[in-house]
Nanobody, 119 residues
Framework: QVQLVESGGGSVQAGEFLRLSCAAS????????MAWYRQAPGKQRELVAT???????NYADSVKGRFTISRDNAKNTVYLQMNSLKAEDTAVYYC?????????????WGQGTQVTVSS
């Protein structure tokens, strides 16, 4: 079983920054694609950014130029640097990973971390 634990959320003012981290633990042989999603109140969960094991990244249009996703494969950790935050970035942010654990490859979610941006 693979567990994902996010950290780094909080409350900030518009224009400020936050850095989210997500560490994977458990019996892990390899983690392939990792991603960050977010869900605002009353809205569907949406993809924010993805990163392959090789470091190829992709971003939602709404965060391009402001957010940066990165990972440390040795630490089984993915990060999301969020700059120039806006009120509309307020959401619960979830980490997601495709991981090969004991016996099989599966898709895993973290529990989420709240990001609140005040204008």
């Amino acid at each position: 079983q693979v567990q994902l634990v996010e950290s780094g959320g909080g409350s900030v003012q518009a224009g400020e920054f936050l850095r989210l981290s997500c560490a994977a633990s458990g019996i892990i042989f390899r983690i392939d694609d990792m991603a960050w999603y977010r869900q605002a109140p009353g809205k569907q969960r949406e993809l924010v950014a993805t990163i392959t094991r090789a470091g190829i990244t992709n971003y939602a249009d709404s965060v391009k130029g402001r957010f940066t996703i990165s990972r440390d494969n040795a630490k089984n950790t993915v990060y999301l640097q969020m700059n120039s935050l806006k009120a509309e970035d307020t959401a619960v942010y979830y980490c997601n990973a495709d991981a090969l654990g004991l016996g099989k490859k599966d898709n895993y979610w973290g529990q989420g971390t709240q990001v609140t941006v005040s204008s």
